[in-house]
């Protein structure tokens, strides 16, 4: 009886937490904003001006969004990744030669893992 009690508590009265967390320690700049609201959680040098950051991978997204928007290709549509690609060194992914993924995993594979090697891959 009291734990079904004390977990009541908790979902009635939700805690908060506050902690010392340390992010982005030795990024330049970040930014972190709540997605519904647009509220800034958490900026460092937000406003301060420098080089776009994988301004390849953020077109190569654009582009894909757009055709598959078009219907020249499908989120589960498959994709061959060639010896060129698995070749690309820096961040990646580690496909390999041959390796094929759905267009929706690759582009997972470009926003979370900021693949190099996901950007020259090849549609079947």
């Known amino acids: 009886m009291k ?3 004390i977990l009541t508590c908790l ?3 939700p805690l908060t937490v506050h902690a010392d967390i340390t992010l982005a320690e030795n990024a330049t700049s970040a930014i972190m904003i709540e997605a519904s609201t647009g509220e800034i959680i958490f900026e460092k040098n937000a406003h301060e ?3 776009p950051a994988s301004m390849t991978k953020m077109m190569s997204m654009l582009l894909i969004m757009e055709n598959i928007e078009k219907g020249n290709l499908k989120w589960d549509e498959m994709v061959t990744a060639s010896p060129y690609a698995s070749s690309m060194g820096g961040s990646q992914i580690f496909l390999e030669p041959g390796e094929k993924m759905s267009v929706e995993d690759l ?3 470009i926003a979370i893992g ?3 090697d996901v950007v020259v ?3 079947q």
């Open 3 to 5: 734990k079904i009690l």
């Open 11 to 13: 979902f009635l009265f």
């Open 49 to 51: 001006k420098l080089p």
């Open 107 to 109: 582009l997972k594979g």
């Open 114 to 116: 900021s693949g190099n």
């Open 121 to 123: 891959s090849k549609k």
